[in-house]
């Protein structure tokens, strides 16, 4: 398990995508934080907050992650390395966590660059250290929980199709409705009775919690128990080619 793990993390990082995925996340976050101007630069707001940050960082996620995890199983179906690798003597359990942790992995490399914004905000806050500590440390939980449940989403896509094209986009679908889908279903008015179990059916409902800096054991369940859901249905599918 270890050595496949290690296989994912070289074979991403040494190859152009993978760096050129990290930088355009990079990059994105920093010239919606310090370059553009608007309200959601912060220079511009006046205020000592990484709020903006964990606005777009989700939504750039939808994009980056599937990038990220489009390869796992397609890559491996078309080359048809796939077959070789279940005949290894590790289960399909390991497999699906190798490559998990591997791309949580990578998740968390493209995020820990932006820690560097939070302690610039200390310095420019009046007075300096002026920063809501709590919700941005919150904030970053929950955005490693998001990306923890994008992966398995994507890794899931990945399973279904050999073509990276294809998980991609089908990785984006997924992210995109669980993440902003169930809010707009409970908006619906045939929905208000139940409103309230759509909108816990969410990632928004769990992340925005989380933001407020505030780890409620209810939110680090739903996040669990959504990616081992996705881990299974993973799992399931490489049964499959064994049946």
Same mark, same amino acid.
């Given at each position: 398990m270890i050595a496949l793990l290690r296989k994912e993390i070289s074979s991403f990082l040494s190859s152009l995508i993978g760096y050129s995925v990290i930088t355009v996340f990079l990059l994105a976050m920093g010239l919606f934080l310090w370059v553009f101007p608007g309200n959601f630069n912060i220079l511009d707001a006046g205020f000592a907050s990484l709020e903006t940050l964990f606005v777009f960082a989700p939504w750039v996620f939808m994009f980056l992650i599937p990038a990220i995890t489009m390869r796992s199983f397609a890559e491996e179906q078309r080359t048809g390395t796939i077959e070789l690798l279940l005949t290894r003597p590790i289960s399909e359990w390991q497999i699906v966590f190798a490559k998990y942790l591997a791309g949580l992995l990578l998740v968390i490399i493209a995020l820990a660059p932006t820690v560097v914004y939070y302690f610039s905000l200390q310095s420019l806050g009046n007075p300096p250290g002026n920063v809501d500590s709590g919700g941005t440390w919150g904030s970053y939980i929950g955005l490693l929980f998001l990306g923890g449940a994008f992966v398995s989403i994507g890794m899931f896509a990945s399973s279904l199709s050999d073509n990276q094209i294809v998980s991609f986009i089908l990785?984006?679908?997924?992210?995109?409705?669980? $993440?902003?889908?169930?809010?707009?279903?409970?908006?619906?008015?045939?929905?208000?009775?139940?409103?309230?179990?759509?909108?816990?059916?969410?990632?928004?409902?769990?992340?925005?919690?989380?933001?407020?800096?505030?780890?409620?054991?209810?939110?680090?369940? $739903? +996040?669990?128990?959504?990616?081992?859901?996705?881990?299974?249905?993973?799992? +399931?599918?490489?049964?499959?080619?064994?049946?």
């Open positions: 990785a984006f679908f997924l992210c995109f409705f669980c $993440y902003a889908g169930f809010d707009s279903l409970a908006r619906l008015e045939f929905f208000n009775s139940v409103d309230d179990i759509i909108f816990s059916l969410g990632i928004n409902e769990h992340f925005e919690s989380m933001s407020r800096g505030v780890i409620d054991s209810r939110d680090v369940i $739903y +996040f669990a128990s959504f990616t081992l859901f996705f881990l299974a249905l993973t799992r +399931f599918k490489l049964l499959s080619r064994t049946w």
